[in-house]
């Protein structure tokens, strides 16, 4: 025994002298991470509090059901019966957001640590990666109480890999592989984002002149693993699915325009999402990520122009993932949340140097993420304001149906909801430049959507009825109750509810 411990001896103080050195560059990185974890706890509490359940999450508080197998995200599937300790998923919220939290803070710390090569992040560094967390867009994740750490998840697994490319092309290769089958099977709207930072990481080693060699080997390992395992997705691991978003690709004589329309409707709606003084400060971001790159770069400075802008917009396109090219594609914020990653690399490089532009982009950052953190609270609050009006449009309704002669017959009514109770006053006298907040706030009390009836179908205990359109029209049936804020139609087998 003793002989066996003289021998591994060598090997041990090998691993330590390999560890310890890890250990205190991780350290170093704590105070940064304490930081930006408690930025975007605080910026997200406000959703926290509303308590609002997003969309898909009143289905899944009210059946406990999974429901991830038709969109092939089968590690959503797998890890959501550990974390909820069963395969009936019960309300554990907040703690499926917390989690997304940390896989937040930790994917920032990793994109921090590749764009500057060091643990040692400032406090610039750390405000200018904010909007990958709390950017508009993936503030709609966020929102969902059992999809949250899933989507957060996505993200993660896009970036880390990329912490091994300076270990050698077999790690590497792994990593990505393990990664983009990840990203694959939690939420495919994230597939943009290991290209995106590819990118970004040849450029920078490309304006340090490392060899063309290397930086190709590197490129051409990222390509590989890519292709590999959206092959592997696509034989093995996709499940058929066509429903709001159909990923089928169109002829190639329609590929191109196809393309092009849906990247101009993502910016169209990017226009009309954000307000104006946050499209001046994320354009000025950009303009500023050219001067740094150039100033810094050790190449001929017209190359380094033309080749970082070159990276700049093809990351600006990688963004949005692979959507364009879908016949079908998803148009909500939480499938742009790219967009917000995107500005978080344009910002975080726009801050790195010392160079007269870094103090401007600096202030730039601080006043973006600032706008961010702000309107994070907004859109929590707004949540909360649209759940209470809600709560009040459906407990008025139910009131007025269990009092009619209607209701107390047993016999099988058909139901049918027709309008639309809108945003809650409160959202409607919000200033115009908020519009994003018209796309992030779903109306869940309305007609002709599944999610806008299923709550006063399922949550207030009314027996004896089918949703689904009546068998008259409203005109023929006689008001059995009408106030400023619906009309209520029915006979012994059928009713309509008008919202006003």
Not at 25 to 30: F, V
Not at 143 to 166: G, H
Not at 280 to 294: D, E, H, K, P, Y
Request: aromatic share 14%; hydrophobic share 50%; charged share 15%.
């Amino acid at each position: 025994m003793h002989d066996l411990v003289k021998r591994l001896d060598p090997v041990f103080s090998k691993i330590r002298g390999e560890v310890n050195p890890a250990i205190q560059e991780c350290r170093k990185m704590k105070k940064p991470f304490t930081i930006l974890f408690f930025i975007y706890l605080l910026g997200i509490s406000a959703i926290l509090r509303a308590n609002f359940n997003y969309i898909d999450d009143m289905g899944r508080v009210y059946s406990g059901y999974k429901g991830w197998e038709n969109f092939s995200r089968h590690t959503n599937m797998f890890l959501s019966g550990l974390l909820h300790a069963d395969n009936y998923l019960t309300d554990i919220s907040p703690l499926p957001q917390l989690l997304a939290v940390v896989l937040l803070v930790l994917t920032s710390m990793a994109v921090l640590y590749i764009i500057s090569g060091t643990t040692e992040i400032s406090l610039w560094s750390v405000i200018a990666v904010i909007p990958l967390g709390l950017s508009p867009y993936f503030l709609e994740c966020i929102s969902y109480k059992y999809d949250a750490p899933y989507m957060a998840l996505s993200i993660f697994a896009s970036v880390v890999p990329l912490l091994f490319y300076r270990r050698g092309s077999i790690p590497y290769l792994t990593a990505s592989i393990l990664g983009m089958l990840i990203v694959c099977t939690t939420y495919q709207a994230a597939i943009g984002l290991f290209p995106m930072m590819v990118i970004l990481a040849s450029l920078l080693r490309w304006n340090q002149k490392e060899p063309l060699v290397k930086i190709a080997s590197f490129i051409l390992d990222s390509l590989i693993s890519f292709v590999v395992a959206l092959l592997l997705f696509q034989l093995f691991l996709r499940n058929g699915y066509s429903g709001y978003v159909d990923m089928s690709l169109p002829p190639m004589n329609q590929l191109f325009s196809v393309i092009t329309q849906n990247y101009a409707h993502y910016f169209s709606l990017i226009k009309e999402d954000l307000k104006t003084g946050w499209l001046f400060l994320i354009a000025v971001l950009c303009i500023l990520f050219l001067c740094v790159n150039v100033r810094n770069s050790e190449q001929n400075k017209t190359a380094a122009f033309c080749v970082s802008s070159g990276a700049m917009l093809v990351m600006l396109l990688l963004s949005f993932g692979v959507y364009p090219a879908f016949q079908k594609p998803l148009f909500d914020p939480r499938a742009m949340f790219g967009f917000g990653v995107f500005i978080a690399l344009v910002a975080v490089v726009a801050t790195t140097g010392q160079l007269y532009t870094v103090k401007l982009s600096k202030i730039i950052c601080l006043i973006l993420s600032w706008c961010f953190f702000v309107f994070a609270f907004t859109y929590g609050n707004a949540l909360y304001a649209q759940k209470k009006y809600t709560d009040f449009r459906i407990q008025m309704v139910v009131d007025d149906l269990k009092s009619t002669e209607v209701m107390m017959a047993d016999n099988q009514k058909k139901v049918e909801i027709i309008g639309s109770i809108g945003h809650a006053p409160a959202l409607k006298n919000m200033p115009q430049d908020y519009q994003i907040l018209n796309r992030l706030v779903p109306i869940t009390f309305q007609g002709n959507w599944h999610w806008g009836r299923f709550g006063i179908q399922n949550y207030y205990g009314l027996k004896n009825l089918e949703w689904t359109a009546v068998d008259a029209a409203p005109e023929d049936l006689p008001v059995i109750a009408d106030s400023i804020y619906h009309t209520i139609r029915a006979n012994q087998d059928n009713i309509i509810i008008v919202l006003k």
